[in-house]
């Protein structure tokens, strides 16, 4: 959600009146978004401190004309009602979070605020409330083409704040919507240098390319980027089909290199055993006795050998000549 100050000839009108109206608000927000319930700092005390203002000085100068002329007539409430308008267009309340631009004779002349702001009446007027609280803008692109001719959606949330409230309103006319059109510009012009694929695992890389590409842009305009998030990125449903096979195909490619490889050591590790086996007896009948030990221990059961068989697993002796 982001916050948009009104325009210039509004904010002359309010500072003339000496009541400034509250900034207007420019939301732009994400489907299924309706629920959420927004709470948002209220500029009424400050709207009220300009109405108590004109009414203070309307009635000084009235009851100053009855104390003068003894009557209170037509020509009486119009120059009281110019007395007000005067106090209420030289002293204004600036929020804690704001920052008011002044403008003397059409120029430059300040950056007050906040607290009590006066200014000069007819000379002097306030031109703009700049906000300087971090705002937050949703934005999007869609039936963007990637770099491959895929059309995709990103919707994403950039993170912002006016640092230097003289550019914001002598650089640009409506810095909020600047903002906004900027981010949409700059994340279309990164989906189309990437494919559909890259853009599906560099989600972070794209925040980065966002944030530096904005804040490049955006510098002179007295606007900071704290942060950029991708929230979403849809893909057609005939191609998620399609990616979803590729993928499962690519596992499965992995799986075999991998049990190939393993197969592949496996057979050089037997060639070894098998030339050892071939060398030393002893080493082929205790491998035999191994491989009994192993059946007999994972069946459970009993091992019965032939004569002929167990006697590979003692050592012939001598015979005993009479």
Known sequence: MSNVNAGSKKHEFSSMIGAPSSDASHIAEPAGSSGVVRRRASRNGAIVFGVVVFVVAFCLVTALWWALSGEVSLPALVV?????????????????????????????????????????PIVEFYTLRVDQRVASTYFGAEETLTGDLVPVNVDAVIFWMVWSAKAACTEVEDY??????????????????????????????????????????????????????????????ELQHAMAAEAVAERKKNARMVLAEAEADISDMLKDAGVVYEESAEAMKLRQMHLAYESVEESGGTLVLPSSFAEGFVEEKPSKRA
């Open 176 to 237: 909020a919507q600047a903002v906004s059109w900027m981010a949409q510009t700059a994340m279309r012009k990164a989906i189309g240098r990437t494919t559909v694929a890259e853009l599906a695992s560099r989600r972070d890389q794209l925040d980065e390319e966002l944030k530096d590409a904005l804040e490049e842009k955006l510098n002179d305009w007295g606007i900071t980027i704290i942060d950029v998030e991708v929230r979403d990125i849809v893909i057609p449903k």
């Open 80 to 120: 009281a009602a110019l007395g007000g308008w005067l106090a209420a267009s030289s002293i204004h309340v600036v929020l804690e979070w704001e920052k008011a631009v002044v403008l003397r004779f059409g120029k430059f002349n300040r950056v007050a605020g906040p607290g009590i702001v006066f200014t000069i």
